[in-house]
T-cell receptor, first 111, second 116 residues
C-alpha cells in the first residue's frame, strides 16, 4: 500500500505557466523526495527535502514541506513541453529505510 | 555510463515459468533496492540490501520471489512459477549511506515483465 496521495491526479497547462503539485502523507518522515518519470521509463530524482527543512530550491523547482500538516508541494516555474511526465513524491519514514511512493501526478505541458 | 543498469529491459514469459532479473548499482553505493510498479501507480517497495545483507522484505514479496546480492555488488531478483499478476515494471535503485544520512536513490531503467 502507498503512503501518500498526490493532488491533482492530472494537470494540463500551457508552456511558460507554473505547475504546482501537492503531496500528503500519513506517518512521521526522515525526508521527502520528488521524482519524475517519463512515459514507461525509469525514475529521475529531482529534489530531496529533510524533515527539518521547510523549503528548498533547485533550478526551476521549489519544494516546500509542512511536517505539521504532513504535506509537501512541488512548484515548477516557467514550464516547458519537456516537463511533461509523471511526478511522484516519496517519503522515507522516520525509522525506515525505503521510499514510500504516492500514485503520482500526470503533468502535461502544451506548447 | 555510471548509472544503475538493469537486464533485461523487457521479458515476456508464460505463466508458470521462472524468470531472473539483474541489477548493477552505481559502484560506490552500498544500498540496493527493488521496487515493483504497475500501470498508473507509484513504485512499491519489495526489498533492500545493505552491502550483501538483505535487511528488509515487503509483505508483497511472496515465497515465489527471492533476491540476492552475493558480493555486495550486483543483485538478482528471481520470480518462480510466474503468475499473470506478476506482470509489472521491476525497478532497481541504489543509494549511499554516508554520515548516517539517507540520501536520494538512483533508479535504473527497469525491467518490464509480461506474463502470458
Amino acid at each position: 500500500s502507498q503512503q501518500g496521495e498526490e493532488d491533482p491526479q492530472a494537470l494540463s497547462i500551457q508552456e511558460g505557466e507554473n505547475a504546482t503539485m501537492n503531496c500528503s502523507y500519513k506517518t512521521s518522515i526522515n525526508n521527502l523526495q520528488w521524482y519524475r518519470q517519463n512515459s514507461g521509463r525509469g525514475l529521475v530524482h529531482l529534489i530531496l527535502i529533510r524533515s527539518n527543512e521547510r523549503e528548498k530550491h533547485s533550478g526551476r523547482l521549489r519544494v516546500t514541506l509542512d511536517t505539521s500538516k504532513k504535506s509537501s508541494s512541488l512548484l515548477i516555474t516557467a514550464s516547458r513541453a519537456a516537463d511533461t511526465a509523471s511526478y511522484f513524491c516519496a517519503t522515507v519514514p522516520e525509522y525506515g529505510n525505503k521510499l514510500v511512493f504516492g500514485a503520482g501526478t500526470i503533468l502535461r505541458v502544451k506548447s | 555510463d555510471t548509472g544503475v543498469s538493469q537486464d533485461p529491459r523487457h521479458k515476456i514469459t508464460k505463466r508458470g515459468q521462472n524468470v531472473t532479473f539483474r541489477c548493477d548499482p552505481i559502484s560506490e553505493h552500498n544500498r540496493l533496492y527493488w521496487y515493483r510498479q504497475t500501470l498508473g501507480q507509484g513504485p512499491e517497495f519489495l526489498t533492500y540490501f545493505q552491502n550483501e545483507a538483505q535487511l528488509e522484505k515487503s509483505r508483497l514479496l511472496s515465497d515465489r520471489f527471492s533476491a540476492e546480492r552475493p558480493k555486495g555488488s550486483f543483485s538478482t531478483l528471481e520470480i518462480q512459477r510466474t503468475e499473470q499478476g506478476d506482470s509489472a515494471m521491476y525497478l532497481c535503485a541504489s543509494s549511499s549511506l554516508s554520515g548516517g544520512l539517507f540520501n536520494e536513490q538512483f533508479f535504473g531503467p527497469g525491467t518490464r515483465l509480461t506474463v502470458l
